[in-house]
RNA sequence: GGCCCAGUAGUUCAGUCGGUUUAGAACGCUAGCCUGUCACGCUAGAGGUCGAGGGUUCGAGUCCCUUCUGGGUCGCCA
């Protein structure tokens, strides 16, 4: 027998006609002289009939299939009679009535149910991934990022770009995440690493004349897991010779474009929203803001300057400052018990603690308020556009501290408000982020993205005097309060790119060391350039309309990194340590 | 590395104040019956190291300690 036509392929032009399919016992469902299976495969079910009456041997033969069973089966497709037509599923008009089945494999009883929507234990759909992917959900997430993948493929061919792949094996750089080592066997001692990204050699596939460069590139970073995060992930990376910031977003708003018709029906207006990484941070408190909701971060440093209240004019007069949220309806709605959860999760995040004000019919509720003046409280009142059942809430330090509480607070209140709808897409640039930031503990100023990014042209004269304050021509494109890419333009002067270096206190000899191809590369003509990279999990995942990227990615890892499916990782040989010149300490 | 949550049948869960002979339910599974089901139905049945180890107690699924596993989160993630 040959397959026909996948299950939920057959059309109404197909009734009449002998066809074969093949696929997994969905359901059985046996009346005794009629077998029903529902038979599954990647495209859906479709309903196959056994009667006693057409062909007995037949029959009885079905009445061993079991779930799961692989079958194929020929016979013919009908017409359900009205009465017995399912609307529920896609092929419910038909049903394929058996002439010949074959059970080409039969199946132990499955330790999950097969099903959309199961609240299994994500451990054991782990262990029995094989299963966990035959579910219609997680058929389709997989399905839709190869949707993705391909039209990826599509739009940056037509635009010019040559897919074009880099090693996996790669050197060690310094700077960033730890990296994954690999053992030399021909070099005791000396170890590849696995890319964080392919960042050095998309610059250098610029140097060599290539103008655009994309790919689906596996990136590896030996860095604890989080719902958003995997040891090894997907991005889909691009590069560009000859531009600058607005022709990067230009193309990559043009790809997303594309994307959510084509996948989701849903038409995005281009250009994006652009936000600067300052105005983010004074209006969101975070560079990754959610947008989709309002309770915007208020200053208020300008009123509480001399404060009676010493928490709030101390934060001012030491160089922090003073904002709040205007957490609407809130008042009323939140118990005092409710606020003072608020006040440990404020404090969870770094803040000392959490002043606020209840505002009610008949006055204010708040323990601050005896030490500040009427008319404090009024300006504070009026420009938080505060009204009786409203709750002001305000963190007072540095400004690192109050945007970190204050942006972790807003989402928390809209989140307990229900204020988000997850039917929008919400899509945004954040642009002209800081190019460097102090590292305390290390006492040295670190690149924020990564350091070949250019800093802006008018700030290139802060680099020696204020180097806090020099912005990039860095970009992240955001996606309903998750960073889904980012990029930059890159320096492509060696004399920029060797200052950069010592700015981050990266001596010559180890910058030589360590990207002296990249700097040798840079002598010989240097196009300017400038790319970006989308996390793809992410992309996927938010499409997707899911929590997790583990729900797009067919094998990921677990939170200590291991895989529950393989067993990965494990220990080897000792022959085959030899062979690398290695030998393991015991553990700590 | 820190903090929080969860581990009881194949799966999802219930299990009261530490005490009622053999730890229950649903789904799944097995067998029988059943000719129009699609959450098929009916009848019967199998299925348990209560994550593991230790402790308290006359008595522990239940209380205490340790540990393992999974999830979330902080740190970390240029």
């Not at 990559?252 to 994307?259: D, H, I, P, Q």
């Not at 954040?430 to 040295?444: A, C, I, S």
């Not at 990266?506 to 350039?529: C, D, I, N, S, V």
């Amino acid at each position: 027998m040959k397959r026909t036509h996948r299950c939920a392929e057959v059309t109404a032009e197909d009734v009449g006609k002998e066809i074969v399919v093949m696929g997994w016992a969905h359901k059985r469902r046996d009346l005794g002289g009629v077998i029903f299976i529902d038979l599954r495969d990647r495209s859906g079910v479709l309903q196959v009939v056994f009667n006693i009456e057409n062909d007995s041997a037949l029959h009885a033969k079905a009445e061993q299939i079991r779930s799961e069973y692989v079958l194929a089966v020929r016979g013919v497709l009908v017409n359900r009679s009205e009465d017995t037509v399912n609307p529920a599923i896609a092929t419910g008009k038909w049903e394929l009535v058996a002439k010949e089945l074959r059970i080409l494999s039969k199946a132990a009883t499955p330790p999950l149910l097969i099903e959309e929507d199961i609240d299994t234990n994500e451990a054991v759909r782990l262990k029995y991934r094989f299963l966990d992917l035959r579910r219609p959900d997680m058929q389709r997430n997989i399905m839709l990022r190869h949707k993705i993948t391909k039209i990826a493929r599509d739009y940056f061919d037509e635009q010019g770009f040559l897919e074009i792949e880099t090693p996996i094996l790669m050197k060690s750089t310094p700077e960033g995440a730890r990296d994954y080592l690999v053992p030399s066997r021909v070099h005791p001692g000396k170890f590849y690493a696995l890319p964080q990204s392919p960042q050095l050699f998309k610059q250098i596939l610029m140097v060599s004349g290539f103008d655009r460069y994309f790919q689906i590139a596996r990136c590896f970073r030996d860095e604890d897991l989080r719902s958003d995060r995997q040891p090894e992930f997907t991005q889909i990376d691009l590069e560009m010779s000859f531009v600058d910031v607005d022709d990067v977003i230009a193309v990559n708003e043009g790809f997303l474009k594309r994307a959510f018709d084509e996948v989701l029906g849903i038409k995005l207006e281009t250009p994006f929203t652009r936000l600067t990484y300052r105005e983010a941070m004074d209006r969101f408190g975070t560079d990754k803001p959610d947008t989709r909701f309002g309770l915007e971060l208020v200053n208020l440093s300008d009123i509480v300057r001399d404060s009676g209240f010493k928490v709030f004019s101390d934060a001012v007069s030491k160089g922090g400052s003073v904002r709040a949220v205007n957490a609407k309806g809130c008042g009323y709605k939140f118990s005092r018990r409710e606020i003072d959860a608020l006040v440990e999760f404020a404090k969870s995040y770094g803040a000392k603690g959490m002043a606020w004000i209840s505002i009610e019919e008949d006055g204010l509720k708040s323990a601050i308020t005896k030490f500040m003046s009427e008319d404090e409280i009024n300006r504070i009142i009026k420009r938080m556009d505060a009204e009786p059942g409203d709750l002001i809430c305000f963190i007072a330090d540095t400004d690192e501290i109050v945007f970190e509480v204050l942006g972790r607070l807003r989402l928390e209140i809209a989140e307990k408000l229900d204020l988000i709808d997850d039917s929008k897409v919400n899509l945004l640039w954040v642009t002209e982020f800081p190019l460097l930031e102090y590292d305390d503990e290390e006492k040295r100023w670190v690149a924020k993205h990564h350091p070949f990014t250019s800093p802006m042209d008018e700030d290139i004269g802060l680099l020696d005097t204020d180097p806090g304050k020099v912005r990039a021509k860095a970009y992240d494109i955001v996606m309903n309060g998750v960073e889904i890419g980012g990029g930059s333009i890159r320096i492509h002067d060696q004399e920029l790119q060797k200052k950069m270096f010592s700015i981050i206190g990266l001596p010559e000899e180890e910058a030589q060391k360590r990207f002296g191809f990249l700097l040798e590369a840079f002598k010989y003509g240097t196009p300017p350039h400038g790319g970006l990279a989308f996390g793809l999990d992410r992309l996927v995942m938010l499409m997707a309309k899911r929590n997790s990227i583990r729900d797009v990615i067919a094998f990921p890892k677990v939170q200590n990194a291991s895989c529950l499916m393989t067993g990965a990782p494990d220990s080897v040989e000792i022959k085959q340590l030899r062979e690398l010149h290695i030998r393991v300490l015991e553990a700590d």
